[in-house]
């Protein structure tokens, strides 16, 4: 969509497209900037919850459960600064597990389990929703991968 707005001059982060002047770049440039620090902290709770588990019940106090997360998150910090084209690998697993798990699967799951229920329009709204998430799961990865291997050699 950015690139059917903006054409050949797309830039890679879409919120540098966005007029500077705005009010409504400025929020959703915020709002873009905000969206990751919200989901670090869901993502990461269950495996911090299941670390506090393997700690022995008298050893579940508020200052070691606080220098257990915060190493959690200094230790993922290190991970994503030394793992070299972070970015890139990221990207390529956004593109690919993101279209999975928001578009993919649930029309799959949905067919699957509603397969007598469902009408003909259900079902090829769900096909094209299927075949349009393949396409740029391939794209993405494509994309990705090419990336990866320009910066690699």
């Keep these: 969509m950015g690139y059917i707005m903006f054409g050949e001059s797309t830039e890679s982060q879409f919120t540098l497209n966005l007029p500077p002047n705005l009010v409504a770049s400025k929020i959703a440039v915020w709002t873009t900037v905000t969206n990751p620090i919200t989901k670090y902290a ?25 220098m257990l997360r915060s190493a959690l998150v200094v230790s993922s910090l290190i991970i994503a600064l030394s793992v070299p084209f972070f970015g890139l690998v990221m990207s390529l697993v956004g593109s690919f597990l993101t279209m999975f798990v928001a578009y993919i699967l649930p029309c799959a799951c949905f067919l699957s389990i509603l397969r007598s229920k469902v009408t003909w329009y259900q079902v090829v709204l769900c096909v094209f929703i299927i075949v349009v998430g393949l396409c740029c799961v391939g794209v993405g990865t494509y994309s990705s991968l090419s990336k990866i291997i320009q910066k690699y050699q």
């Excluded at 299941?50 to 200052?63: G, M």
């Design 42 to 66: 869901l993502t990461m709770t269950p495996l911090a919850l299941s670390l506090e588990e393997l700690l022995p019940p008298n050893k579940q106090t508020y200052p070691n459960i606080m």
